[in-house]
């Protein structure tokens, strides 16, 4: 046979007790430093080993489509870029979606001629609405992209 619980009535209950515990929570960290940071004016150091923008050698792509077959959410599209290149003969470089990419470096670790890889630039804000960047946008640095 299954046991029942017995419910508490909640009028029996003492809310002071509850209340205490959350003064003393409050009390605990009324004075210890605050962890936001006001940015930009105030910026935190990012780690030595992190990594966002993705940046494009465009001389040293060969146009082999694997960083567009690795990418896990489709993020990277292959886009044809009328551009002398004898690497590259069927002229397609690689645009990328930042709105979609997780920065998950399958790109650059598949790529066969290291022609995309990726920085530890983070600032990418964008006043127009798409996040994809071009091939020839992905070749520039970050302050010379069209915003």
Not at 121 to 144: G, I
């Amino acid at each position: 046979m299954i046991g029942v619980k017995e419910v508490e009535d909640p009028k029996k209950r003492v809310p002071l007790i509850g209340m205490i515990g959350g003064m003393a929570t409050v009390g605990k960290h009324l004075f210890e430093k605050p962890v936001t940071v006001q940015y930009p004016e105030q910026r935190r150091e990012m780690p030595e080993r992190f990594r966002f923008r993705i940046f494009l050698k465009l001389d040293d792509c060969v146009g082999c489509t694997l960083c567009e077959q690795v990418c896990p959410n489709g993020s990277i599209k292959m886009q044809p870029v009328d551009r002398e290149n004898p690497r590259n003969k069927r002229k397609i470089y690689p645009d990328v979606n930042f709105g979609t990419c997780t920065v998950c470096r399958n790109c650059q670790e598949i790529c066969p001629t290291d022609a995309i890889y990726l920085t530890n630039v983070f600032e990418t804000s964008r006043t127009r609405n798409s996040f994809t960047y071009s091939p020839e946008e992905l070749a520039l640095e970050e302050d010379k992209v069209k915003k």
